[in-house]
């Protein structure tokens, strides 16, 4: 998932004034539980954020859940403090070929179409090197949903400790210079994604803050260490990251159709469409910040969140009853197909490999639905992909 997708993750789940306690059943650490709940309106926030603060140390009825502590790094626990684990990069790399035919009839009209399309992806992701407890991309739709909200709890606090010299805020003064800088935060950061990654993040750590006392949070940052070798490496793209693309779409279709009302005069047609790009630089600084990734350290399992494929630009070229016209246009990549890698890609068993399938297509292959009628088609895909440690320099962010 990408950070804006991790953001609104945790946007979603601050729309009521009250989250209830983060269960975890499954979860096989003791671990220190937190309690979540965020106000309605930035001033709720600030006013219960001082007034939680202040009852912080008297409460000793704290709830405690496992699920937070679940998503710790396994290890690196040294006395004073949590030492840094060395960053790691890995190089996505995607290659998607389809070969496919199309049939199309409405009454009299029809048509046949053929298409070749090739698709090259490869951009860089990073990690912080920490092998953490839970998949932040676990297959269990709900469980993730709960991992992703509880990541951004602890970037949040970690951020927070951070700014605030290794230490969280003890006193009233300091949470409310806290809970200040939150909400300058929160004016709108338009497209700037890490502006909005931020502001996540110290509502999530101002939401903990709130409801557990400082040595609660404390405890919670602390990691276990777990000498088997299990976890999971979170990777994400950035910004300036080095990335490649290239994007080719061929596609033939010609038939008949019929312009007048009652759509009985036929007139043949031939529409041609022909992309071979390397993407706009719109594109490709997308592509930095469009994955995001997590392996199992003990199996090698990969799990990808969403497979984004850019849209080829090319030409189409039309030809009807003698009159040719040319325009400049953008051609998706099938629905299915992205459906079906993304649904092969989301629990992999390796960090590289190859399948193929034939899908079933039902959409028009030039994308206009307005002719109505039934499409049938069949798509001959082939992907190959591999996420291995990168071997040239990532460009800088």
């Not at 790399?93 to 199309?104: E, F, H, R, S």
């Not at 300036?240 to 159709?257: F, Q």
Request: hydrophobic share 35%; proline share 4%; with cysteine.
């Amino acid at each position: 998932m990408s950070r804006e997708q991790l953001q609104t993750t945790f946007a979603h789940s601050a729309t009521a004034s009250t989250l209830a306690p983060l269960r975890t059943a499954r979860s096989r650490w003791r671990s220190t539980n937190l309690r979540s709940s965020l106000a309605a309106t930035p001033q709720r926030f600030m006013d219960s954020a001082v007034r939680r603060c202040e009852s912080s140390r008297e409460r000793s009825n704290s709830r405690v859940l496992h699920r937070l502590r679940r998503l710790l790094p396994f290890a690196l626990l040294l006395v004073g403090g949590l030492a840094q684990a060395a960053s790691l990069e890995r190089t996505l790399n995607l290659k998607i070929t389809i070969a496919g035919t199309q049939n199309w009839r409405n009454v009299l009209q029809s048509s046949q179409a053929t298409t070749t399309q090739d698709y090259t992806l490869s951009t860089s992701l990073r990690s912080d090197g920490i092998r953490y407890a839970d998949n932040l991309l676990d297959p269990d739709v709900t469980h993730r949903l709960e991992v992703k909200q509880d990541y951004l709890t602890r970037q949040g606090l970690l951020r927070l400790k951070q700014e605030n010299g290794g230490k969280l805020p003890t006193t009233p003064v300091d949470l409310k210079a806290f809970t200040d800088r939150v909400q300058q935060a929160g004016t709108p950061c338009r497209e700037e994604s890490d502006c909005d990654w931020a502001v996540a993040e110290r509502y999530a750590a101002l939401s903990a803050l709130q409801n557990n006392s400082v040595q609660t949070l404390e405890e919670f940052l602390q990691p276990p260490v777990n000498a088997d070798g299990s976890g999971y490496y979170y990777f994400f793209g950035y910004g300036g990251c080095s990335n490649r693309m290239h994007l080719v779409n061929h596609t033939h279709i010609a038939g008949r159709r019929a312009y007048e009302r009652d759509r009985k005069q036929l007139q043949p047609f031939v529409l041609d469409r022909s992309a071979d790009s390397t993407g706009s630089a719109t594109e490709q600084a997308s592509l930095c910040r469009r994955y995001t990734i997590t392996i199992d350290a003990k199996t090698g399992a990969l799990f990808v969140e969403n497979t984004y494929l850019p849209e080829a630009h090319g030409t189409t070229v039309k030809s009807l009853s003698g009159r040719t016209e040319s325009s400049e246009t953008d051609m998706p990549v099938p629905a299915e197909v992205i459906s079906w890698v993304t649904q092969t890609l989301r629990q992999a068993k390796s960090v590289s490999g190859s399948t193929a399938t034939q899908l079933h297509i039902t959409a028009p292959l030039d994308g206009d639905s307005t002719v109505l009628g039934e499409f049938n088609g069949v798509l001959e895909v082939h992907l190959d992909w591999s996420f291995l440690a990168a071997t040239a320099p990532p460009a800088k962010p």
